[in-house]
């Protein structure tokens, strides 16, 4: 085919924001069998459409559920019943990827002996603030909705959450963790979630990571859980 034309692309994802964990789960895996739920839209007017591989110009961008269906040339006259979204003047790009979040963060940043200061002073701080606030799950999941809905407003659509701070008690710790996780699907952004240890022994870090996985599940395409062993005071 003529290069001009764009052609379908597989296994190019894009979330459409999760309801609750049920249907976000479902359609999960319709979308791993091929299906979608009904829910279609179409990105239309963009500037340039850039897929990672390839560069698009005067063309629209079809969701289908959960995933981009297609690329195809623009045509203005297409009266399809699909909800639409004008890109006129920007440029569409596959969601971008912070590799290194602390969602519980959000929650701190207005502290004034947070600011402007050098790192050993706001690691002092900020174990100050943990310690007076308490980490709950309400705090976690609070927190990681400001966090993900300035992620998604900036383009990025998968966030790795390095969580450092924990309650002493396991099951609090797997609550912390699965707060976070009901943000991202409420939210829909993929979460890979970094089960910190730093200040742990290792017994503990174990016990700890085994009970956020069985009280989480062991995720699917949405959320993940990591280990991260290490820190700087390791």
């Given at each position: 085919?003529?290069?001009?034309?764009?052609?379908?692309r597989?296994?190019?994802?894009?979330?459409?924001?999760?309801?609750?964990?049920?249907?976000?789960?479902?359609?999960?895996r319709?979308?791993?069998?091929?299906?979608?739920?009904?829910?279609?839209?179409?990105?239309?007017?963009a500037?340039?459409?850039?897929t990672?591989?390839?560069e698009?110009?005067h063309?629209?961008?079809?969701?289908?559920?959960?995933?981009?269906?297609?690329?195809?040339?623009?045509?203005?006259?297409?009266?399809?019943?699909?909800?639409?979204?004008?890109?006129?003047?920007?440029?569409?790009?596959?969601?971008?990827?912070?590799?290194?979040h602390h969602?519980l963060?959000?929650?701190?940043?207005?502290?004034?002996?947070?600011?402007h200061?050098?790192?050993?002073?706001?690691?002092?701080?900020?174990?100050?603030?943990?310690?007076?606030?308490?980490?709950?799950?309400?705090?976690?999941?609070?927190?990681?909705?400001?966090?993900?809905?300035?992620?998604?407003?900036?383009?990025?659509?998968?966030?790795?959450?390095?969580?450092?701070?924990w309650?002493?008690?396991?099951?609090?710790?797997?609550?912390?963790?699965?707060?976070?996780?009901?943000?991202?699907?409420?939210l829909g952004?993929?979460?890979?979630f970094?089960?910190?240890?730093?200040?742990?022994?290792?017994?503990?870090a174990?016990?700890?990571?085994?009970?956020?996985?069985?009280?989480n599940?062991?995720?699917?395409s949405?959320?993940?859980?990591?280990?991260?062993?290490s820190?700087?005071?390791?």
């Open positions: 085919p003529d290069d001009t034309e764009p052609r379908f597989s296994g190019f994802e894009e979330p459409v924001g999760a309801q609750d964990i049920e249907r976000s789960q479902s359609r999960d319709s979308a791993r069998q091929g299906q979608h739920d009904g829910r279609m839209l179409t990105v239309t007017g500037s340039v459409v850039w990672g591989a390839n698009y110009q063309v629209d961008v079809h969701c289908e559920g959960a995933r981009v269906a297609r690329i195809e040339p623009s045509n203005p006259d297409r009266r399809d019943p699909v909800a639409r979204l004008d890109a006129s003047g920007c440029i569409v790009v596959p969601g971008l990827v912070n590799a290194h969602l963060q959000s929650a701190f940043r207005t502290a004034p002996d947070t600011r200061v050098p790192m050993p002073e706001w690691l002092a701080a900020m174990r100050r603030h943990y310690a007076e606030v308490g980490i709950d799950e309400e705090l976690a999941r609070a927190a990681a909705s400001v966090g993900i809905a300035e992620s998604l407003l900036n383009g990025v659509t998968t966030v790795a959450d390095h969580h450092l701070n309650p002493s008690d396991l099951g609090a710790r797997a609550a912390v963790a699965g707060a976070t996780a009901i943000a991202a699907r409420q952004i993929r979460l890979m970094v089960h910190g240890t730093a200040g742990d022994d290792i017994d503990l174990v016990r700890s990571i085994e009970r956020v996985l069985h009280e599940g062991p995720g699917d949405r959320w993940q859980l990591a280990v991260g062993p820190g700087i005071h390791s």
